[in-house]
């Protein structure tokens, strides 16, 4: 089991900054990549950036350039650093860790969500 909470959303101007955080707990040796979704208002949820636990990144185009993904192993927590914000950018972020398959579990675990409302 893995247990993800996030952190650190909010109401910022656009063009701001905000920085959100998930800490990992349970059984984190099982995971291989962590990564951030988002989900806007009548959206699907979409893939935001990952992070494998090689450091190995990835982004989506729309936020490539203005968002980066980290991670402090000793923390367990993933950090996603979104610069140059955008109204676009309004949704509920959501963290997910993938993790190494076991028999009858999940592929993976999602946190419960954190908002992220960008409006002057």
């Known amino acids: 089991q893995v247990q993800l909470v996030e952190s650190g959303g909010g109401l910022v101007q656009p063009g701001g900054s905000l920085r959100l955080s998930c800490a990992a707990s349970?059984?984190?040796?099982?995971?291989?990549?962590m990564g951030w979704y988002r989900q806007g208002p009548g959206k699907e949820r979409e893939l935001v950036a990952t992070?494998?636990?090689?450091?190995?990144?990835n982004y989506a185009d729309s936020v490539k350039g203005r968002f980066t993904i980290s991670r402090d192993n000793a923390k367990n927590t993933v950090y996603l650093q979104m610069n140059s914000l955008k109204p676009e950018d309004t949704a509920v972020f959501y963290c997910y860790a993938r993790t190494i398959a076991t028999i009858g579990g999940p592929d993976g675990y999602w946190g419960q969500g954190t908002q992220v409302t960008v409006s002057s």
């Open positions: 992070i494998t636990s090689g450091g190995s990144t």
């Open positions: 349970g059984s984190i040796f099982r995971i291989n990549a």
